[in-house]
């Protein structure tokens, strides 16, 4: 007998009766945490989410998920949840509230801005989000266009460094943005009969883990997908990942030096004349000027540099020029690297001169489902050109002037709180972020400098250790499955519905509106979610036909057309010309505009401050190079550490990996707790050993705190105790304002005792005024100690 098929039965349906449950197909974006959307399937019994599938029908992940949407009911339904206004009873660090009314918390906000305004100026606000969860057009909006201030961007993260620098590198080289294809842009997947798509010779993983990370809007899958196609690998990775195992050639870099290895590979396609003469001709700008520059980077001397073989870097060049179609998928250790940009446009370089542009199965330009393009700018157009001009950060052209994106600089923010110049911060609302367990690059520095602000909100799903420390108002937020909005980046454009409520949490969306309508109230003309949504569909989606009810529910997604090789169509280029968005029409390898703004033209590459060349007195006291963040499935950032989830079932420590030589000369073992340290301060995590790992590398856990611990201080949950970024310099960027040396740091190990214990992190930072400023003076590192005083 046929077995029925449940899911063509329910074909076409939104929603759905099964048993005692109701089923809702939608779109998932976090939080809880993720910054890609997925399709699923909720399953909700009496107002309450059960169970979460993944939608087969949704080609976007067909059906797979991670475990982190797997395990959302835990997350949703976690007792810890705050589900009413707090409004702050004792001092700031401990841990006293008040329940309040969400009308009397509006109004101390209202009262609170309106004293700015009057005692300082609009743009004495700062707001600040955390990465892509689903309020990065809505606080924008909202610090725009309810509170007047230019100074919306992210929550301290030093040299805005995630995707920010290489979505700028490539936005002023070439005029677009660039992802690797594997067929996302069409429905009907993978599908080489009724599609041009073809499935890449080669991927490139270059410093992305994307089957752990899923980052960017591309999920990890795909690759998985593509390699049962037929592609073959490459991995740049200090790391055995996965997916390097499963390559061809994994090139085992040490942290912080993609930069040489990309010039060397650029090096070997030009001297061995193995480059795409045909597209670089027609298309590039600039070559001579490049090839000029990469002929002193030598393979020989990007193996002494990155510790790789010479002959594994010519291979790869080999490998990526002979492809005849060949993807890089490129991630986060770019940007965090203070010669981010200079490295990114060095890889946008490698993709040029192979020709992989635009082409199926290459590297594709890709644009918002629709051309819509609501994100961090969205808004900003309703302040006045004098305000926008104070920007802080204004100062740096790629980020403010050229609207590549148009984000306040974070650390510059910081100074201006520590210093008040160019004027006085006083403050501040954050949004999904929670500095000081993982967004800012030095916690303690933030921790110092937030406490001196007049009024700090903070809007989570949990009491954070941030809430905790600063929070004067803190406003419980709506999870995903208690939305109603929709979602884009990139493709295809998603409708996200709401199937249950939280106590008395409020979406980001609906805490926007109802304080804008207080403030500005012609900037606020909807009145909900749904009808913020439909204005927005309506009106900055060019080609959609529906509102928020037909997206949620008759298409629940939608794939626009997509065209290969827009350059050669004249679909790039405002004028409608053929080529691409820059001044010169052509891939800029010699940047115009960078040019223009006093910067090197020219991709390069230059060690990280803190290396064993650079800093050779440093390295000799903390002799392994540190690596931090890598991603792990269980967990996103600070998230997902709520003792009752899976996630922290499976993954209950913080963990460092180095060596098993390494370990056994230190004489420490798997599981042991060890200090991680350097000049400017220590955090404790456990050993885990990782034989793939170069001897003098060691790679840390980033975003841990332990909501079991005590909220108040000293404990602040244990913030400080095994905090990474207890290691991490803030504003040393690179000469653009982007980038910064989250992933190339220098640090010791040694085993914890209960001699060396004694005085834990947390009570040193929280009670002692230290590290960062403490540690840098005794230490005479200038440079920080310097920036740090201003
Ligand atoms: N599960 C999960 N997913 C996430 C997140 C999360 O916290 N958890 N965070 C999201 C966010 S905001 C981002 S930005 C992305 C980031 O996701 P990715 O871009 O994938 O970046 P990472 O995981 O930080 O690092 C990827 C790989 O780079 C390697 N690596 C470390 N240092 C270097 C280096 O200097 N050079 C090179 N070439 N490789 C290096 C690491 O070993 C790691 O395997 O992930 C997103 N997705
Ligand atoms: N050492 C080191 N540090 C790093 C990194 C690294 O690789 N190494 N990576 C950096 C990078 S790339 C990034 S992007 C940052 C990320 O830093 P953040 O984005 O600040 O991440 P979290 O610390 O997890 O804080 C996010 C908070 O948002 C809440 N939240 C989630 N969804 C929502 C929502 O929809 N609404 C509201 N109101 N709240 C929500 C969560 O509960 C959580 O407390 O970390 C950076 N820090
Ligand atoms: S990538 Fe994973 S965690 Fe993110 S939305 Fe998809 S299934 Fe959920
Ligand atoms: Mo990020």
Not at 279 to 303: M, N
Request: charged share 25%.
């Amino acid at each position: 007998m046929a077995e029925k098929d449940y899911f063509a039965e329910h074909r076409g349906q939104f929603q759905w009766e099964d048993g005692d449950y109701t089923v809702t197909r939608t779109t998932v974006w976090s939080g809880p945490g993720c910054h890609d959307g997925c399709g699923v399937l909720y399953y909700t019994k009496d107002g309450k989410l059960e169970k979460v599938e993944g939608d087969p029908d949704c080609a976007y992940n067909q059906g797979t998920l991670c475990m982190r949407c797997l395990e959302m009911p835990e997350v949703v339904n976690n007792p810890r949840r705050p589900s009413k206004p707090l409004k702050r009873a004792g001092e700031r660090g401990e841990d006293k509230w008040d329940e309040i009314t969400w009308d009397e918390a509006y109004d101390i906000i209202e009262a609170k801005v309106r004293e700015i305004w009057r005692d300082y100026a609009p743009e004495s606000i700062a707001c600040m989000i955390g990465t892509g969860r689903a309020n990065c057009w809505q606080i924008p909006y909202m610090c725009y266009s309810a509170f007047g201030s230019p100074n919306f961007c992210l929550g301290f993260l030093s040299g805005e460094s995630c995707f920010q620098p290489r979505s700028a590198a490539m936005a002023s080289m070439s005029g677009d943005f660039f992802i690797a294809d594997c067929s996302q842009q069409f429905e009907s997947r993978y599908d080489e009969e009724n599609t041009e798509w073809r499935c890449p010779e080669l991927i490139i993983n270059w410093g992305c883990n994307a089957v752990e990370s899923n980052s960017d809007n591309f999920y990890g899958g795909w690759i998985v997908d593509c390699m049962q196609r037929g592609s073959k690998m490459i991995t740049v990775d200090p790391s055995l990942t996965w997916l390097a195992s499963r390559s061809e050639i994994w090139l085992r870099l040490r942290p912080g030096t993609d930069g040489a290895l990309a010039m060397a590979m650029l090096n070997v396609m030009i001297k061995e004349d193995i480059y795409d003469h045909d597209f670089v001709e027609k298309w590039c700008y600039g070559f001579d000027e490049l090839a000029e520059r990469v002929k002193e980077w030598t393979p020989a001397r990007a193996a002494e540099i990155c510790w790789v073989d010479e002959a594994d870097i010519v291979a790869a060049a080999r490998m990526y020029a002979g492809a005849k179609n060949a993807a890089m998928q490129w991630g986060l250790p770019i940007d965090q690297a203070v010669m981010g940009i200079p490295t990114a446009q060095a890889l946008n370089a490698l993709w040029a001169l192979t020709g992989n542009i635009d082409n199926p199965g290459g590297n594709i330009v890709i644009r918002n489902a629709f051309d819509q393009n609501v994100s961090y700018n969205y808004g900003y157009n309703n302040l006045p050109a004098e305000v926008q001009a104070k920007r802080i950060g204004a100062e740096y052209p790629l980020m403010s002037k050229a609207g590549f994106s148009s984000t306040a600089h974070s650390d510059s923010i910081l100074q201006a709180i520590e210093t008040g110049k160019p004027y006085p911060i006083r403050m501040l609302w954050l949004t999904s972020t929670n500095p000081i367990a993982n967004m800012a690059s030095d916690a303690p520095r933030v921790y110092r400098a937030l406490k001196t602000l007049d009024f700090v909100v903070v809007n989570d799903l949990f009491l954070t250790p941030t809430a905790v420390a600063f929070a004067d108002l803190f406003l419980p937020a709506a999870m995903s499955p208690e939305r109603d909005m929709q979602r884009v980046w990139w493709v295809p454009l998603r409708g996200m519905k709401k199937v249950c409520q939280y106590g008395e949490c409020k979406s980001d969306d609906t805490i926007v509106t109802e304080i804008g309508k207080r403030l500005h109230p012609e900037n606020f003309p909807w009145n909900n979610d749904q009808e913020w949504t439909d204005n927005i569909l309506r009106t900055e989606t060019p080609g959609y036909d529906g509102g928020y009810h037909e997206l949620v529910e008759r298409d629940i997604w939608v794939y626009p057309g997509f065209q290969y090789y827009k350059h050669e169509k004249g679909l790039l280029r405002a004028d409608g010309q053929p080529g691409f968005s820059t001044p010169s029409g052509r891939i800029e390898l010699w940047n115009t505009v960078f040019s223009l703004w006093g910067y090197d033209p020219l991709p390069d590459w230059a060690e990280p401050s803190n290396s064993p060349y650079s800093s050779p007195e440093l390295y000799e006291k903390y002799p392994f190079v540190l690596t931090t963040g890598a991603r792990h499935i269980e967990f996103f950032h600070s998230e997902h550490r709520q003792p009752e989830l899976t996630s922290r079932e499976l993954y209950p420590d913080p963990c460092f990996e180095m060596s098993p030589k390494s370990a056994a000369d230190l004489d420490i073992k798997e599981g042991d707790w060890c200090w991680l340290e350097n000049h400017r301060g220590r955090c404790r995590q456990k050993l885990r050993i990782n034989p793939t790992l170069d001897d003098r590398v060691v790679r840390a856990d980033h975003g841990w705190w332990f909501p079991e611990k005590d909220a108040a201080e000293p404990s602040l949950y244990g913030v400080f105790d095994s905090n990474i970024n207890n290691l991490l310099p803030q504003c040393e960027n690179g000469v653009t304002g982007y980038g910064a040396p989250y992933k190339n740091q220098l640090c010791k190990v040694y085993k914890c005792t209960e001699e060396n214990s004694k005085e834990m992190p947390s009570i040193c930072v929280s009670t002692k005024d230290g590290y960062s400023k403490a540690m840098d003076e005794s230490n005479g590192d200038v440079k920080v100690g310097a920036i740090y005083n201003g």
